[in-house]
C-alpha cells in the first residue's frame, strides 16, 4: 500500500498504481516549438494525473487526473504536424505523471516512431525512478522502451537547485534509456553543457 514519507511524497508499492484504474486520458497542456524541456526545440505535452504529489511540485494543477482536456485524434495530428519541422528536435512527456497516463502516451510515441523513426528524440519525465520502473507494469515498462532520456526520481524540495539543467532537484537523473536498456545498468546522458553527475 503506498505511504506518505517524512518529505511528504506518496511512494507506492511495485505494480501498485494502474494506469488503467487511473487515467482519464486527459491532457493539461500542449506547448509546440519551445526550448526548456530537453535540449533544443521541442513539442511538449503534459499529462493530466500524478499521485507522487511532490511538495513543491511546479504543476500541481496537473496532478489532478480529471484537469485539462480529452487527448484526441486531432491533437495528435497537431503534434505529429508540428514535430516534421525540421528544426523540431523532438517530443516531450511531463506531467503530471506520463508514466500513470501509459495509453495516451504509448499511443503517442509509437506514433512518433512509425512516423519519425530515431530522428525526433523522446524525452520523458517521471516521479519513478529507474529501479521503481524496471519492476513496473508492462504498459510503463513498454513506454520507458519507447523513450531516449528519462528524468527519473521525485522532486525533493529540500535538494532544489536552481542550477541545475532539466531537473528540479539533484537526485533527480537524465538517464540514456537505450543505453542502459542494453548495458543493463543505468547510463547518465550527458552532453557538452550538461552541469550532472558523471557517474
Not at 516549438?33 to 530537453?38: A, H, R, T
Not at 512516423?115 to 517521471?126: A, C, L, N, P, R
Not at 525533493?156 to 542502459?180: E, H, Y
Request: charged share 25%.
Amino acid at each position: 500500500m503506498a505511504k506518505k514519507l517524512a518529505n511528504g511524497i506518496t511512494v507506492p508499492e511495485s505494480k501498485e498504481w494502474q494506469a488503467s484504474d487511473l487515467s482519464l486520458n486527459y491532457v493539461s497542456d500542449y506547448k509546440p516549438f519551445i526550448m526548456v524541456d530537453g535540449p533544443g526545440v521541442r513539442c511538449s505535452i503534459y499529462l493530466s494525473g500524478c499521485k507522487f504529489l511532490c511538495p513543491g511540485c511546479y504543476n500541481v494543477v496537473a496532478q489532478n487526473f480529471h484537469y485539462g482536456f480529452e487527448y484526441t485524434s486531432e491533437l495528435e495530428d497537431k503534434i505529429i504536424e508540428d514535430l516534421s519541422h525540421s528544426y523540431v528536435q523532438g517530443l516531450t512527456l511531463l506531467g503530471g505523471e506520463p508514466f500513470l497516463n501509459t495509453e495516451v502516451a504509448l499511443r503517442l510515441t509509437r506514433r512518433v516512431r512509425a512516423e519519425f523513426g530515431t530522428t525526433k528524440d523522446i524525452w520523458s519525465w517521471t516521479g519513478y525512478t529507474w529501479d521503481e520502473l524496471l519492476n513496473e507494469t508492462d504498459d510503463k515498462k513498454a513506454l520507458l522502451n519507447e523513450i531516449d532520456v528519462l528524468v527519473d526520481g521525485r522532486f525533493i524540495q529540500a535538494l532544489m537547485d536552481l542550477k541545475l539543467r532539466f531537473r528540479g532537484s539533484s537526485n533527480q537523473r537524465m538517464i540514456d534509456v537505450p543505453a542502459s536498456l542494453a548495458n543493463e545498468k543505468v547510463v547518465l546522458w550527458t552532453d557538452e553543457y550538461d552541469d550532472g553527475p558523471k557517474s
